[in-house]
């Protein structure tokens, strides 16, 4: 599956797949959106919005913890 259409994929399988893609193949969020092309800010708000929020520490997206 493409991260080209996380506008449209169900946000919690993105967030399964962004995880992986950055655990696997990427040192950080910059490297993985700027090699798909992707907006980051859209991408970062469409998983915030879903209830997940980026951990540069950790180089990957987590629950809200509020």
């Known amino acids: ?3 080209t259409s996380f506008e449209t ?3 919690h399988l993105l ?3 962004v995880n992986t893609a950055l655990r696997n193949d990427f ?3 910059e490297d993985l959106v700027r090699s798909h092309d992707l907006d ?3 991408l970062v ?3 915030k919005e879903a209830g997940y929020e ?3 520490e950790l180089n990957q997206f ?3 913890t509020s």
């Open 1 to 3: 599956m493409k991260l």
């Open 9 to 11: 994929m169900d946000p």
């Open 15 to 17: 967030y399964g797949l």
């Open 27 to 29: 040192e950080d969020l």
């Open 40 to 42: 980051h800010d859209r």
């Open 45 to 47: 708000q469409r998983l």
């Open 54 to 56: 980026y951990n540069a």
């Open 62 to 64: 987590r629950p809200h």
